[in-house]
């Protein structure tokens, strides 16, 4: 059930994206923290849970929260964005990731989220470890046009329904 994908001619412009619910294990907090010293980058949060009052009150001007939004409309916030990040201390999978990779996106994702198996390091995206907080800060500050455009090219590469066709067959075999 994938909605019609056009895609668009994307350029670098310092704006991360982060989707899920506002909970301890997204580690979202991470994130806040990161965005409140990078003050020229972006940040947009959709997502609704227990920390909200939380990162709002402690987020600057750069950080931008949504709240909730319906699935139809996450397109434009995958399309006006340039990476999505997700960041959890634990998640069995990430749905999030391949909508991103769908969208065209490249994705920072922790090694602890099951779906970093899609990712290709410095090809779609980057897979961070935890215990190594700089490395999400060198990874924003190392992306400029030249590197971004050879992410899109990498996510361009990779395709969903292929892995979707995949794992069909595993489940049928």
């Given at each position: 059930?994938?909605?019609?994908?056009?895609?668009?001619?994307?350029?670098?412009?310092?704006?991360?994206?982060?989707i899920?619910?506002?909970?301890?294990?997204?580690?979202?907090?991470?994130?806040?923290?990161?965005f409140?010293?990078?003050?020229?980058?972006?940040?947009?949060?959709?997502?609704?849970?227990?920390?909200?009052?939380?990162?709002?009150?402690?987020?600057?001007?750069?950080?931008?929260?949504?709240?909730?939004?319906?699935?139809?409309?996450?397109?434009?916030?995958?399309?006006?964005?340039?990476?999505?990040?997700?960041?959890?201390?634990?998640?069995?999978?990430?749905?999030?990731?391949?909508?991103?990779?769908?969208?065209?996106?490249?994705?920072?994702?922790?090694?602890?989220?099951?779906?970093?198996?899609?990712?290709?390091?410095?090809?779609?995206?980057?897979?961070?470890?935890?215990?190594n907080?700089?490395?999400?800060?060198?990874?924003?500050?190392?992306?400029?046009?030249?590197?971004?455009?050879?992410?899109?090219?990498?996510?361009?590469?990779?395709?969903?329904?292929?892995?979707?066709?995949?794992?069909?067959?595993?489940?049928f075999?």
């Amino acid at each position: 059930n994938k909605p019609t994908l056009n895609p668009i001619k994307r350029k670098y412009k310092e704006r991360f994206l982060f989707i899920g619910r506002l909970a301890k294990e997204k580690n979202i907090e991470m994130i806040v923290d990161l965005f409140n010293c990078l003050k020229e980058y972006k940040l947009t949060i959709i997502g609704t849970g227990p920390l909200e009052e939380i990162l709002k009150n402690k987020a600057k001007e750069n950080i931008n929260f949504k709240g909730q939004i319906v699935n139809r409309d996450l397109n434009k916030y995958f399309e006006s964005n340039d990476v999505l990040m997700l960041t959890s201390t634990a998640e069995p999978w990430g749905l999030v990731i391949e909508e991103a990779l769908f969208f065209g996106i490249p994705v920072i994702v922790s090694s602890n989220c099951g779906a970093c198996v899609l990712i290709n390091e410095g090809v779609n995206g980057y897979i961070i470890d935890l215990n190594n907080a700089r490395s999400m800060r060198d990874i924003i500050l190392n992306l400029n046009d030249k590197v971004y455009i050879k992410l899109l090219e990498g996510v361009e590469q990779f395709s969903i329904n292929d892995k979707d066709i995949e794992q069909l067959k595993v489940y049928f075999a």
